[in-house]
């Protein structure tokens, strides 16, 4: 699994999303999965994948939430961020410039 904690430590949070997140990997191959902390409360993920083309926000967000379903509410609860972008979204996204550069977080 090549999912990549950009950030900070993994702890059991970040295992379980990682879990799940592998099996979207497994049937999107060509999808580069990033995660990170972003305090006590807040997990970022971003998945970029070709597979986003043509499809607008809410098909990207079923799709891929379909494989976090399986995790529990407290779980899904800390998944404050979910950047879905094609590779060429990337370079223009805002959302993804926060991701690569985070404010720093107070809690």
């Not at 059991?12 to 049937?27: H, K, N, Q, T, V």
Request: proline share 5%; hydrophobic share 35%.
């Amino acid at each position: 699994m090549s999912i990549e904690v950009t950030r900070g430590k993994k702890d059991s949070i970040i295992e379980r999303i990682i879990g799940a997140l592998g099996l979207y990997e497994i049937d999107h191959p060509g999808a580069v999965i990033n995660i990170y902390r972003q305090n006590s409360v807040s997990v970022r993920v971003r998945v970029i994948d070709t597979f986003f083309r043509g499809l607008n926000r809410p098909e990207r967000s079923d799709l891929v939430w379909k494989y976090l379903e399986g995790l529990t509410d407290d779980d899904q609860s800390e998944i404050s961020t979910m950047l879905l972008l094609t590779p060429d979204e990337t370079e223009r996204s805002f959302a993804n410039f926060e991701f690569e550069n985070p404010v720093p977080s107070k809690l």
